[in-house]
T-cell receptor, first 116, second 116 residues
């Protein structure tokens, strides 16, 4: 299957700072990438859809000014959590859209963010 | 009624048992059906992918789709302790079915424990 990487895998930061998470598709080109967050013992919650070269589409309730998404190339999307607060602590996972009919997604290993 | 229903478990079985995991759905537009395995603190890993109704086998795993009943299953034969994880069903209508239709709709996940 296709491979997606994320960096960093884990980050601890102070409240008020910004954190950037990178998502790379290593062996395929992902015109579309997705960002999810997952709280303990819960399923994945889609935050935004990121399209290469255009603005991201955010799900209802997700603050676009707080979660900045950039998809500058076919293999890289970044999520920046600006002015992070403890309630932003979560597991962030990205995925790349793939398949002949763009019908499936391959996920990265996730980034665990802890805001103190 | 939620779009995708999945029993969260937990499900505990002895090593070597046959495991049956199921999801039901309500949206008849779904055509692509996936099963992901997620280990604790990791991103989901694509296990099985099927298109439309029928069976698909890959090693110890068999995926079944019954579109007439809107019911999908994943069977694990000769279960191993390493199969202990959360299993997520996911489905989509595919990229060419309309705006946003390539997004995945997930079940809540079933937590499986295989006891040695």
């Amino acid at each position: 299957g296709a491979v997606v990487s994320q960096h960093p895998s884990r980050v601890i930061c102070k409240s008020g700072t910004s954190v950037k998470i990178e998502c790379r598709s290593l062996d395929f080109q992902a015109t579309t990438m997705f960002w999810y967050r997952q709280f303990p013992k819960q399923s994945l919650m889609l935050m935004a859809t990121s399209n290469e070269g255009s603005k991201a589409t955010y799900e209802q309730g997700v603050e676009k000014d707080k979660f900045l998404i950039n998809h500058a190339s076919l293999t890289l999307s970044t999520l920046t959590v600006t002015s992070a607060h403890p309630e932003d602590s979560s597991f962030y996972i990205c995925s790349g859209l793939a398949g002949v009919r763009e019908e499936t997604q391959y996920f990265g290993p996730g980034t665990r963010l802890l805001v103190l | 009624q939620k779009e995708v229903e999945q029993d969260p478990g937990p499900l505990s079985v002895p090593e070597g048992a046959i495991v049956s995991l199921n999801c039901t759905y309500s949206n008849s537009a779904f055509q692509y059906f996936m099963w992901y395995r997620q280990y604790s603190r990791k991103g989901p890993e694509l296990l099985m992918y099927t298109y439309s109704s029928g069976n698909k086998e890959d090693g110890r795993f068999t995926a079944q789709v019954d579109k007439s009943s809107k019911y999908i299953s994943l069977f694990i034969r000769d279960s191993q302790p390493s199969d202990s994880a959360t299993y997520l069903c996911a489905m989509s209508a595919g990229a060419y079915s309309g705006a946003g239709s390539y997004q995945l709709t997930f079940g809540k996940g079933t937590k499986l424990s295989v006891i040695p």
